[in-house]
C-alpha cells in the first residue's frame, strides 16, 4: 500500500507539484492565472524547452550537454549576420537565417559528437569546452555587438501568433510532439534507451553505438540553433550574451522530469512537465516580488528535492 | 565454547507481494562448512541478507555464538562480531592495493599515522598462511577474479570472522582455481572459522560442505549431514519432484556444415584487457549439431566466440558461412545480419538492459522486422512476438513491462535466448547459458538448445560444466592457451580423457582429431 503511494508519486510527483504552484501563485496573485501572464509562462518556457527536447536524448545515453547556451548564441548570431549580409532589404531574410541557425547548430554539435565518440572524451569535458568555444565565436563574429534591424517576417517568429498562439509556444509543441513520437514509437528511440542503459549490451545486439551517440548530439545542436533563431527574432536582436545560464535550466528541466543522469531512465513527457515547472516557479516568485537572488536558491532547492526523492523512490522498490 | 555458531530461529519476512521467508531456520555448528541449497527465489538471498544486517526481519532471531543479535545492526556492526559476507559483486577497492584493501578502515598506526611498513608486513603474513601469493602492493584492478576473492577472504580473517558467508563464490571460477578455493576453505575449517556456503554446483557441495539446510518457496525443507545425501537428492529437495536433464541421442543425422572456421590467429592483444592470444584455430560446425566448446577459463573460447560474432577482431583467418566466405566481420551487426546469433558470457554486464523492460529486451534486434517502413515499431505485432516466446519457453513474469532486473537469472536468460530465437539465426553461440540460474530453468534451457538444434540451427554452447557438454553436445571441441587441443565426439567422451586435453593438451589415448595438435 505505502509502496504503491511512492510509486505512484514518482511518476507523477511532478505533476502534483506543478498543478499545488499553479494553485498556490494564483491564490496569492489573480493576475499570475491571467490569459497575458500564461502566455508570457509558455513563450518564455518555449525556448529553452525546444532545447530541453534534445538535451532528453543527450542524457538518455548517459550524455550532458553544456554547451547549449552558447550554442544558442552562436546559432542565432551566425543567423542574424549572414541574414544581414545577403537579404538586407528582402522579406526573406528570415529562411537564410532560420538555415544558417539551424546548419550551425547541426555542425557543432556534430563536431562534440564526434569528440564523444572518436576521440572519446567524456561528455562533460567536451561540451565544458564547447561551452566556452561557442560563446567566444559569438562574440567574435560581431565584435561583442549585437546585430538588430530586423524586417517584421522575421520578427513574427519571435512575437507573431497563429490562431492566439504565440509562434514559439506553436513550435515548442510541435517539437515535442515529434521528439515524443520519435522517442516513444521509433526504432531509433528504442536504441536510444539501449545504449544509454547498457553500451556493451547495444552493441552486441547490432547496434552502431557511435553513430547514435554522435546523432542526439545534432538533434540538441539543431534545436539549440532553432532556439536561437527564435530568441533573436523575439528580441529584435541576437546578442552575444543570449542564452547564458540556459543550460542549467534545460538539464534541470530534463532531470526534474524523472530522467537519470547514469542514462536509458527517462522521456520526453516528464521533461515538458520539468520545463514548466521551471517556467511557473520563475514567473511566480517574480510576481510574488520574490527577489532574483532568492529565487536562484529556491530553484536550486527544488532541482536537489526532486532527485533526492527519486533517489529514495527507487531504494524503496 | 560448547553450542552451535550461529542458530536461525523462525525468521519471517515479507515483500510487498511476496513472503520472501516464512519461518526459516538455520543451524550451523561451530568449524563446519555448511550448505544453504534452493532455487532462486527460494529465499536464500533473503536471508544472507538478513544475516549480513542488510535486511531487518519482521520477525525472529538470529543467534551468534548464543547471543542474540541486534536486528538493527548495520553490515559494519556485524562484520564486527565476526560475521563477514563475501558477496558475488566484491567489495573491493580496484585503484588500492591489496594491503591496503585488507585493513581498510583498520589501518594500523605507529604515532598517529598509517604504519605502512607494518600494513604491509601483516598483511603478506595473512596471504601467506591462507597460502595464497599475492604481492600486497599490487593493486587489486590487476589481480584475476579468482586473487580477488582471496583477498576478500583474507579480508575477512583480518576481521577474526567466526563465520563467513560465501555466495556462489565458484561461479566465475576456472576448476584449477575452485581447487584452490577449496583448500582455503579447509584451512578456515582448521582454524575453527565455520562458513555458510551457498552454490548452484551441487557436486561442490558432497566436495566440500559438510551439512546442509534446503529452502523452497521461503519455507524451511530440511536439515541433514551431506554424507547421508547425494547430488539427486538435493534436486529433488530443493525441486520438490524429480528433474529430468535432456541427454542427447548421439545419432542425430550430421546436417551440411554451416560454418567454418579456418585458421584463425590474433596476436597479444595490445588494449590490455587480459584475451588470451588464439593460434591457428579451425573449426566446423554442422546444421542441426550441437557443438561444444570446452576448455579451462583463459582457453581462448569467449575470445573466439566474440570473434566469429565479430564483437573483437582478429588478425588472420576466414569464416564461411554456408560455403561462402564472409568478409572479416567488423561488427556484431553484420554477424546478425550474416545469420549468427551470440547470448554472451556476462548476463548482466553484456546481455540485459536491466531497467529496461523484458519485452524491450526481448526484441531489440529483431525491431527491424518489426516497424512499419522499418521506422515505426509496431507494438501490437512486438507484444504478440513477446507473448509467443513467453508461452514457448515458460518465461515466469507478471508482465512483459516489468523491468528485465526483477526476473531470476534463469528468466533473464530465456529472455536472452528469446531475443536470439526472434532473430532465426543459422548459428546459436550460447556462451555459459546456465551459470548462475537453478537446476529446474538449466534443464529448461538444456532442453530449448536441443528443441534448436532439432529445427536446424547450428548450436555452440561454451560451458565451464563438463557433464553439462557431455549431456548436451555432439562434439565436443577442447580448448587449451588458444589452441584446439581436440576434437571429441561426445559419444565416446569421458571426463578424464577431456580433462587432460584441457590441462595437458594431449589425450592419454587417440582421441579423432582433425589437425595434428600443437599441445
Known amino acids: 500500500m505505502r509502496g504503491d503511494v511512492i510509486a505512484w508519486l514518482r511518476r507523477y510527483g511532478t505533476t502534483l507539484f506543478l498543478a499545488l504552484l499553479i494553485v498556490f501563485f494564483t491564490s496569492q496573485n ?51 549576420t549572414i541574414a544581414g549580409l545577403l537579404g538586407a532589404g528582402t522579406s526573406m531574410s528570415w529562411i537564410v537565417a532560420l538555415a544558417m541557425a539551424i546548419l550551425t547548430g547541426a555542425a557543432a554539435g556534430y563536431l562534440q559528437g564526434k569528440a564523444v565518440t572518436s576521440l572519446r572524451i567524456p561528455p562533460f569535458i567536451v561540451t565544458l569546452g564547447g561551452m566556452t568555444i561557442w560563446r567566444g565565436a559569438t562574440l567574435i563574429l560581431h565584435d561583442g555587438a549585437p546585430v538588430s534591424g530586423f524586417d517584421s517576417g522575421y520578427r513574427w517568429w519571435g512575437t507573431g501568433t497563429i490562431l492566439h498562439v504565440p509562434v514559439p509556444v506553436g513550435l515548442f509543441v510541435i517539437v515535442a510532439a515529434v521528439g515524443y513520437i520519435v522517442q516513444r514509437y521509433t526504432r531509433y528511440g528504442r536504441h536510444v534507451y539501449a545504449v544509454g542503459g547498457n553500451p556493451e549490451a547495444a552493441r552486441l545486439n547490432g547496434l552502431n553505438v557511435a553513430a547514435i551517440v554522435t546523432s542526439v548530439y ?87 528535492a526532486a532527485v533526492a526523492f527519486d533517489t529514495f523512490a527507487k531504494a524503496r522498490r | ?40 527465489g527460494a529465499g536464500k538471498s533473503t536471508l544472507l541478507k538478513i544475516l549480513s544486517g542488510a535486511q531487518v526481519p ?20 556485524r562484520q564486527q562480531l565476526g560475521l563477514v559476507t563475501i558477496y558475488q559483486e566484491f567489495n573491493l577497492l580496484p585503484f588500492m592495493s591489496v594491503a591496503e584493501n585488507l585493513y581498510l578502515g583498520r589501518e594500523p598506526t605507529r604515532h598517529g599515522v598509517i604504519d605502512w611498513k607494518g600494513m604491509r608486513t601483516k598483511a603478506r603474513t595473512m596471504l601467506l598462511s591462507l597460502g595464497l601469493d599475492v604481492d600486497p602492493e599490487m593493486e587489486v584492478r590487476w589481480l584475476s577474479v579468482a586473487q580477488q576473492q582471496m583477498v576478500e577472504i583474507a579480508r ?10 560465501m555466495d556462489e563464490p565458484t561461479a566465475a571460477l576456472s576448476s584449477r582455481e575452485v581447487d584452490v578455493l577449496h583448500d582455503v576453505i579447509r584451512k578456515l575449517k582448521a582454524r575453527g572459522v565455520s562458513l555458510i556456503y551457498v552454490t548452484h554446483r551441487l557436486q561442490e557441495v558432497k566436495q566440500i560442505c559438510d551439512s546442509f539446510t534446503v529452502l523452497r518457496d521461503g519455507r524451511y525443507v530440511t536439515r541433514g549431514a551431506v554424507s547421508d545425501a547425494d547430488v539427486k537428492d538435493f534436486v529433488r529437495l530443493m525441486v520438490g519432484r524429480d528433474v529430468e536433464f535432456v541427454k542427447r541421442s548421439h545419432d542425430a543425422p550430421a546436417g551440411n556444415t554451416v560454418m567454418s572456421v579456418k585458421g584463425i590467429c590474433t596476436d597479444r592483444d595490445p588494449s590490455g584487457r587480459h584475451a588470451t592470444p588464439l593460434h591457428d584455430v579451425s573449426l566446423d ?16 573460447r569467449t575470445e573466439l566466440a566474440r570473434i566469429l560474432f565479430g564483437a573483437d577482431r582478429c588478425d588472420r583467418g576466414a569464416l564461411y558461412l554456408n560455403g561462402r566466405e564472409l568478409r572479416p566481420l567488423r561488427h556484431p551487426a553484420q554477424a546478425i545480419e550474416a545469420g549468427l546469433a551470440l547470448v554472451p558470457e556476462d548476463r548482466k554486464q553484456q546481455g540485459c538492459f536491466l531497467e529496461q523492460s523484458v519485452s524491450r529486451n526481448l526484441t531489440l534486434p529483431s525491431l527491424k522486422q518489426l516497424a512499419f517502413w522499418r521506422v515505426f515499431v509496431n507494438e501490437r505485432r ?79 554452447v561454451i560451458s565451464s560444466e563438463l557433464p553439462e557438454l557431455m549431456a548436451l553436445c555432439d562434439r565436443i571441441v577442447v580448448f587449451r592457451e588458444g589452441s584446439v587441443t581436440g576434437v571429441v565426439s561426445a559419444a565416446d567422451a569421458n571426463e578424464a580423457a577431456l580433462m587432460d586435453l584441457m590441462a595437458v593438451g594431449h589425450p592419454p589415448m587417440p582421441v579423432p582429431s582433425p589437425q595434428p595438435s600443437h599441445g
Open chain 1, 30 to 80: 489573480q493576475r499570475f492565472i491571467s490569459l497575458r501572464n500564461l502566455t508570457n509562462i509558455l513563450t518564455e518556457g518555449s525556448i529553452y524547452g525546444i532545447i530541453a527536447v534534445g538535451m532528453t536524448f543527450v542524457i538518455l545515453t548517459a550524455g550532458v550537454d553544456l554547451a547549449v547556451g552558447s550554442l544558442l548564441a552562436f546559432a542565432g548570431m551566425a543567423g542574424a
Open chain 1, 218 to 304: 545534432v538533434i540538441v545542436g539543431v534545436l539549440s540553433g532553432l532556439a536561437g533563431f527564435l530568441q533573436s527574432a523575439r528580441l529584435g536582436a541576437a546578442e552575444a550574451t543570449a542564452g547564458s545560464g540556459y543550460e542549467l535550466r534545460v538539464i534541470a528541466s530534463v532531470v526534474i522530469g524523472g530522467a537519470s543522469l547514469s542514462g536509458g531512465r527517462g522521456g520526453i513527457g516528464g521533461t515538458i512537465i520539468g520545463a514548466l515547472l521551471i517556467g511557473v516557479l520563475t514567473n511566480g516568485l517574480v510576481i510574488m516580488h520574490v527577489s532574483s537572488y532568492w529565487q536562484q536558491v529556491v530553484i536550486g532547492l527544488i532541482i536537489v
Open chain 2, 1 to 40: 565454547m560448547p553450542g552451535p555458531v550461529l542458530e536461525v530461529r523462525n525468521v519471517h519476512k515479507q515483500f510487498p507481494g511476496v513472503k520472501a521467508l516464512d519461518g526459516v531456520q538455520l543451524m550451523v555448528e561451530r568449524g563446519e562448512v555448511h550448505a544453504l541449497l534452493g532455487e532462486n
Open chain 2, 58 to 77: 519482521d520477525l525472529g532471531e538470529c543467534l551468534l555464538d548464543g547471543h542474540a543479535l541486534d536486528p538493527a545492526d548495520t553490515p559494519l556492526a
Open chain 2, 156 to 165: 575477512a580473517m583480518t576481521q577474526s570472522a567466526k563465520l563467513i558467508i
Open chain 2, 285 to 300: 560446425v554442422r546444421a542441426g549439431e550441437v557443438l561444444g566448446f570446452a576448455g579451462l577459463v583463459g582457453a581462448g
Open chain 2, 382 to 460: 512486438e507484444s504478440e512476438l513477446v507473448e509467443h516466446y513467453r508461452l514457448a519457453l515458460g518465461i515466469r513474469m507478471s508482465d512483459a513491462h516489468v523491468a528485465i532486473g526483477t526476473l531470476s537469472g534463469g528468466n533473464q536468460q530465456k529472455v536472452l535466448l528469446a531475443r536470439c530465437m526472434a532473430l532465426n539465426p543459422k548459428v546459436l553461440i550460447v556462451d555459459e547459458p546456465t551459470r548462475g540460474i537453478d537446476v529446474g530453468a538449466k534443464a529448461e534451457v538444456h532442453q530449448l538448445l536441443c528443441e534448436m538444434a532439432a529445427r536446424g540451427t547450428a548450436v555452440i
